[in-house]
Structures are given as structure tokens and as C-alpha cells.
């Protein structure tokens, strides 16, 4: 039973243009929502969170969107650049633990 | 500022051979995360740490599994006997353990059991 779930496991851009990475979740106890990029042969690097008090936290070219009522968050990144290529995974936690439940990833490729 | 330290980067043995795998968390994180990542099952937890106890081992997949956490700047996750299909990535992550705040990765061990 997958509680987090990305879609789409590639996206291609070009450079400049918009990028909009899409999740899922099931669990309405999930309460806290991270995005992490993933560069091959290195670990999980956090990105961008959003609590769920909140529908949008902007930090620099990346924003977060969540809509609660869908259970679905978004990662926008504009404008997209060529080192933006690499997998991204959401994250979603909802417990005094901070376990997270990651995604299946989603693997962005920016074009120049 | 260290970020979260791993050893070895890789691995590479033969299946029964036991395997310890290192972690060194951020100074003052006080939880400790250990993650397998396979193309099938994705990220994966396998263990979780507070202040040096095991809260969830529930990820664990089997008893040739243990890991431990004698003081709060070291783990170990151990496999013996180890088989083909361990081979995987292994990532340990540590946290602040306030809520709202990101777990921080290694850069993980590359296991490969022949």
C-alpha cells in the first residue's frame, strides 16, 4: 500500500521553462510534506517543506503547493536550469516520530 | 558543518560474508535513520533511532538484519549472513528530532554481494 505516490516517473523541460513535479498521498495524518533532490551516487538533499497549516512556501526558483483536500502537493520550479536535473522525491510525515514515507521519485531532465 | 558521514561508499563481498555498514549523524541530532534503496521497493526505511534507542525496527527485513547505536555519534547496520538479493543502497539520515524539520542524508554505501 503505497501512501505516497509520484506518478510520473521522468519529466523533460527546457531550460527556462517551467518545471511541475506532481504527488500523492493517502494517509490524512500526514501533516508535514518535503521535497528532496537526488544526484546520482550521492544521498537525498532537502529541498523545499510545506507544513499543513500552509498551501504554499516559495523559496527562491522552487514553490510548494498543497492541497489538502486533494492530498496532493506540487513542486514548481522556475525557471528550470540544466543542474536541476537529477530525481526528486516528495516525503510526507505525521507522527512525534519524524518517519518519513518517500515517493517513488520523479527523475527531471532540464535541456539547454 | 559535517553533514551526515557513511562508510565504506562501497561494498563489494560474497554472499555469507557478514557486512557492517558506518553512520556518523550530525552533531546534535538526536535521531537516527537507516534507509535502503532498491529500483524495486524505492526508499525504504529500515530502522529508526531516538537518543540511541531503537524505536521502529519494523522495517528490518529479516534477523540476518541488526543494527545498533552504542553512543550518539555512531550507528552500525550489520547483515550476516549476507545474499545476492541484499545488494542494494543504504542510506542512513539524522534529525534534530523537534517536529517540522528535515532528515539529512549520507551519501549512502553501495553493497553489491556476489
Known amino acids: 500500500d503505497q501512501q505516497v505516490k509520484q506518478n510520473s516517473p521522468s519529466l523533460s523541460v527546457q531550460e527556462g521553462r517551467i518545471s511541475i513535479l506532481n504527488c500523492d498521498y493517502t494517509?490524512?495524518?500526514?501533516?508535514?510534506f518535503l521535497w528532496y533532490k537526488k544526484y546520482p551516487a550521492e544521498g537525498p538533499t532537502f529541498l523545499i517543506s510545506?507544513?499543513?497549516?500552509?498551501d504554499k512556501n516559495e523559496d527562491g526558483r522552487f514553490t510548494v503547493f498543497l492541497n489538502k483536500s486533494a492530498k496532493h502537493l506540487s513542486l514548481h520550479i522556475v525557471p528550470s536550469q540544466p543542474g536541476d536535473s537529477a530525481v526528486y522525491f516528495c516525503a510526507a510525515s505525521g507522527n512525534a516520530g519524524n518517519m518519513l514515507t518517500f515517493g517513488g521519485g520523479t527523475r527531471l531532465m532540464v535541456k539547454p | 558543518d559535517a553533514g551526515v558521514i557513511q562508510s565504506p561508499r562501497h561494498e563489494v563481498t560474497e554472499m555469507g560474508q557478514e557486512v557492517t555498514l558506518r553512520c556518523k549523524p550530525i552533531s546534535g541530532h538526536n535521531s537516527l535513520f537507516w534507509y535502503r534503496q532498491t529500483m524495486m521497493r524505492g526508499l525504504e526505511l529500515l530502522i529508526y533511532f531516538n537518543n540511541n534507542v531503537p524505536i521502529d525496527d519494523s522495517g528490518m527485513p529479516e534477523d540476518r538484519f541488526s543494527a545498533k547505536m552504542p553512543n550518539a555519534s555512531f550507528s552500525t547496520l550489520k547483515i550476516q549472513p549476507s545474499e545476492p538479493r541484499d545488494s542494494a543502497v543504504y542510506f542512513c539520515a539524522s534529525h534534530r528530532g523537534y517536529s517540522n524539520q528535515p532528515q539529512h542524508f549520507g551519501d549512502g554505501t553501495r553493497l553489491s554481494i556476489l
Open positions: 510545506i507544513s499543513s497549516i500552509k
Open positions: 494517509n490524512s495524518m500526514f501533516d508535514y
